[in-house]
């Protein structure tokens, strides 16, 4: 058991490295689609990202808005 204790420190660094893949594009879309950024944090809870991943699909953008664009509905 002993031999492990020193993959703990890795496993945390490839955790962060892969929530920081994760968040900076969301970050993006979220402020592109007029949302506050900090809603991509929502992404890293369990079944609440898939709620905001519907959520930015179908809702209208703050940034669309008044814009004139027609958006397909599905």
Do not use: D
Request: proline share 5%; net charge positive.
């Amino acid at each position: 058991m002993m031999m492990h204790e020193g993959f703990a420190g890795l496993h945390l660094l490839w955790m962060i490295v892969m929530m920081i893949l994760v968040v900076v594009p969301f970050w993006k879309i979220c402020v592109k689609a007029g949302y506050s950024g900090w809603f991509s944090l929502l992404i890293l809870l369990p079944l609440i990202n898939l709620v905001f991943l519907y959520f930015l699909a179908f809702s209208e953008w703050p940034s669309q808005r008044g814009t004139g664009r027609v958006t397909p509905r599905v």
